[in-house]
């Protein structure tokens, strides 16, 4: 699988610049030859533009993720739509299993290359240092793991970083490939290294960090998008600039790894 993370500008509540923005640079990752193309974290309507999460919601078929669905299909690819503002209430009243009958959530989407919805995540853990991801959002409970080109593909979201057992879990549902959303800001450049790095060495996979690139009022987001080997080597990587970061993702890679240094099945209960 050729993988490409697209890390575009985020601008605060500029939500038709910010799809013009992600569908340019969906269709250049696609003329490169990506399968999956991957965006950041709340990149229609901005992370930390909180006072613009309720009036940019909508619900899993809202017209962004419909756009989105439309250009996988066009585009033959899978597309992970980052994440967006979902409105938990009209995506129940559309029929959808939600983690709650109103609110908010910052929800990942991942579509196959007919535009289909193969996988929805909501992030599980929201972030209460200095911001209101917590007052304004529900948490998820679903950790889907999906077949996607022959690959196992699970995501998480950002702050998920921080919790191991989450990506844990993942492993033992078999995911060759975490994709990982996020919106990650100066100055934690240091976490944002270390992190999935460790996640990718704790469980023999591969991890892909997909950051956002701009300026807030509140932070600057510090792009450095990149994908780890499940030897927690580093595959492709970018700075803080807009760009496409590309790599191959192998699983018989994840599994020769995982033969050859079975650390996976020396674990003991606690």
């Known amino acids: 699988m050729n993988l490409a993370l ?26 490169r030859g990506a399968d999956l193309v991957a965006l950041p974290e709340l990149w229609n309507v901005g992370y930390f533009a909180f ?5 940019g919601a909508e619900a899993l078929s809202g017209p962004t993720l419909s756009r989105l669905a439309e250009a996988a299909r066009d585009h033959d690819i899978a597309l992970l739509a980052g994440s967006v503002v979902e ?27 007919d535009g289909d919805r193969r996988a929805v995540y909501r992030k599980h853990h929201l972030f209460g240092y200095d911001s209101a991801e917590t007052r304004l959002l529900t948490p998820g409970e679903a950790l889907p793991v999906v077949d996607m080109l022959g690959v ?5 979201t950002c702050y998920d970083l921080r919790f191991p ?11 060759d490939l975490v994709l990982v959303p996020s919106a990650w800001p100066y100055p934690r450049v240091e976490h944002w ?3 999935p790095r460790a996640r990718a ?7 892909a960090t997909v950051n956002g690139s701009g300026s807030f009022e509140e932070a600057d987001l510090l792009g450095r998008s990149t994908v780890y080997d499940p030897w927690g080597t580093t595959l492709a990587s970018t700075g803080d600039e807009p760009a496409l970061v590309a790599a191959e993702i192998d699983p018989d890679r994840v599994a020769s790894v995982r033969e050859e240094f079975p ?8």
Request: charged share 30%; no cysteine; aromatic share 6%.
């Open 201 to 207: 060495i704790e469980n023999l996979a591969y991890v």
């Open 6 to 31: 697209a890390q575009i500008e985020v601008r605060a509540a500029d939500r038709d610049g910010n799809l013009d923005r992600a569908l340019a640079a969906i269709a250049d990752a696609a003329d």
């Open 152 to 156: 196992r593909v699970g995501v998480t």
């Open 87 to 113: 409105d938990l209430a009209e995506s129940a009243a559309a029929g959808a299993d939600v983690p709650a009958d109103d609110g908010l959530a910052n929800t990942a989407v991942l579509f196959d290359s």
């Open 263 to 270: 650390a996976l099945r020396d674990r003991r209960d606690y």
């Open 193 to 195: 290294r270390t992190l």
């Open 51 to 55: 006072e613009a999460y309720e009036r």
């Open 165 to 175: 057992e989450q990506f844990r879990a993942l492993a033992d549902g078999g995911v």
